[in-house]
RNA sequence: GCGGAGUUAGUCCAGACUGGUAGGACGUCAGCUUCCCAAGCUGAAGGUCGCGGGUUCAAUUCCCGCACUCCGCACCA
């Protein structure tokens, strides 16, 4: 199914719909999460912390979306996360100054260097408009950092623009207080903002997106000495070298230096695993090594995760290798001591992070999930059973002789347990496809022998079968078929 | 930001050229019927036709501006 298929399905059963929408001056990029959509993501998260957090005993936090100026001096946010950009005074097109000089006169600008530093070669070299020939207007910075006023004076602070440098920031206590010994790998699931241009695709290109991020803090002398490696030696990940995906074991990587180390491919195979239960089609993934020019400004080695979806290969996940560049720009701004003590020797952690899209997994997980069943006249979204919105439906078969009654009981029953969806009017049969749609993985239906046995049936979304179960065996069946693994 | 196409009920769409405040399908709700897979019948609710301005006796329709959505370019941690 394509991505139109999945925005209806998105609006018309509450997954995600535009924020603000009645108001005309509602702002692009501004997604709002419906009921469907808010129990995903939880159940999402919580499988993160399952495979991710706890499996390696991860710290989790939970941060300040709005940070102040000195965290991102510190980051390099301010130079760098800008571009410089210029404006053509008679057509209005907008370039990004160093690119235009760069095709034009083949000069490089770090595009970073002064803004007077670009003007003066666009005068020099007499720089047009690439389309209409027009003046440019002086170079001016786009930074796409969100600024806020605090207080009455307006202090400068910002929204930040990836959620870990709350991380970073907090490092030093955590480590101290929470006794911690590297690698240790610190977690946090929250908002991030960054003013796109042109944000796209409804959950694709946000100016306000969650972010899952792990931040991992290790001593760089030791990066192939892991001995949990073994847990992951034998899982198979998807590489691209040379244009080409490979499925290859995480042990194998390593042998073969397509991955720098035991280190980098324990993360990359475990994220493997957390996608694969997450739904996710794994044949359709790939991690892709980012190119010198690709990489983020603090990246020495990146690999993205990409699946392939129906708009092309979509990056859920950026896995960065900082090095020492945040702890050593933060040690050196705050003059806090970010070194630790490892085997009796004073390090600075290195820093490897996975830093995870959440709006973009979930959309790939409906894009991947969702199948039209022709010969059942059915839409399905075939989620994982820990993951639906919906863990089950309770129907009566009709209102009346009591089965409304006793169909309130079973759901009483359940409700606090399980994600309910109580349904006594309709057909049966388009009850059950509601269900489908949703992604509700069980549907349990109280019918008239139900009043004589106290037995209920217990339909199964993917086959469409039905079996009859007991009413005091509805709890442990299903308690078994929607936990997570 | 540029270029193009759009925006009408929860969803998908018709209507407009020829101005007189809207219609279908699906969905939703209620009742009857059926009694396990979108059946049928009856009825109902739901739209200031994206927003603002202009022309006009009258604008969803014509004109202007803006916003949003989609596609392409550019941008993108």
Not at 244 to 253: D, F, M, T, W
Not at 254 to 268: D, M, Q, R, T, W
């Amino acid at each position: 199914m394509n991505y139109d298929n999945i925005m209806q399905l998105a609006l018309e059963r509450g997954f995600y719909f535009p924020s603000c929408e009645i108001y005309a001056d509602a702002q692009a990029g501004f997604w709002e999460y419906g009921p469907a959509g808010v129990s995903m993501k939880a159940k999402f998260l919580e499988l993160w912390r399952r495979e991710l957090v706890r499996r390696d005993g991860m710290l989790e936090i939970d941060g300040s979306q709005i940070m102040s100026q000195s965290v991102f001096e510190a980051s390099g946010h301010l130079a760098s996360f800008a571009d410089p950009i210029i404006r053509c005074k008679s057509c209005s097109s907008t370039f990004r100054a160093d690119r235009m000089i760069f095709e034009v006169s083949k000069i490089e600008i770090p595009e970073s260097a002064d803004l007077a530093d670009f003007d003066k070669v666009i005068s020099e070299k007499n720089i047009r408009c690439s389309k209409c020939k027009g003046e440019f207007d002086k170079c001016r910075k786009f930074n796409m950092m969100f600024k806020v006023e605090i207080g009455p004076e307006g202090e400068p602070a910002y929204l930040r623009p990836e959620t870990c440098q709350s991380i970073f920031v907090d490092f030093p206590r955590l480590f101290k207080t929470m006794r911690g010994k590297l690698p240790l790998g610190i977690a946090q699931i929250g908002k991030s903002f960054r003013n796109e241009i042109s944000p796209r695709q409804s959950l694709l290109r946000l100016r306000e997106f969650y972010q899952a991020e792990i931040e991992i803090f290790c001593n760089p002398n030791k990066l192939n000495d892991l001995e949990k490696f073994s847990e992951i030696q034998d899982t198979i990940i998807r590489i691209q070298i040379d244009d080409e995906v490979k499925p290859v074991s995480c042990k194998q990587v390593v042998e073969s230096g397509v991955i720098p180390n035991k280190f980098v491919a324990y993360y990359l195979g475990m994220l493997t695993e957390f996608y694969e239960k997450a739904g996710i089609d794994i044949t359709k993934s790939r991690f892709r090594r980012l190119g010198e020019k690709e990489k983020a400004f603090y990246a020495t080695v990146a690999f993205d995760f990409e699946v392939q979806t129906t708009i092309g290969w979509l990056e859920l996940v950026a896995c960065n290798y900082r090095s020492d560049y945040d702890l050593t720009s933060h040690a050196n701004k705050s003059k806090e001591k970010f070194e630790v003590l490892d085997d009796e020797q004073k390090v600075l952690p290195h820093v490897f992070e996975i830093s995870m899209g959440i709006d973009r997994s979930l959309y790939t997980i409906l894009e991947h999930s969702l199948r039209e069943e022709k010969e059942n006249d059915r839409i399905v979204l075939s989620v994982r059973p820990y993951l639906a919105p919906v863990h089950v439906g309770i129907l009566s078969l009709v209102k009346k002789d009591g089965l409304k009654e006793k169909t309130d009981e079973v759901h009483l029953k359940l409700k606090r347990k399980y994600d309910t969806f109580l349904d006594h009017s309709g057909a049966i049969g388009r009850r059950y496809r509601r269900l489908d749609e949703v992604g509700a993985p069980f549907a349990i239906t109280v019918d008239h022998q139900t009043l004589q046995d106290d037995t209920v049936t217990l339909r199964n979304r993917d086959t469409m079968e039905q079996q009859r179960i007991k009413i005091v065996d509805i709890d442990s069946t299903l308690s078994k078929s929607v936990s997570f693994p």
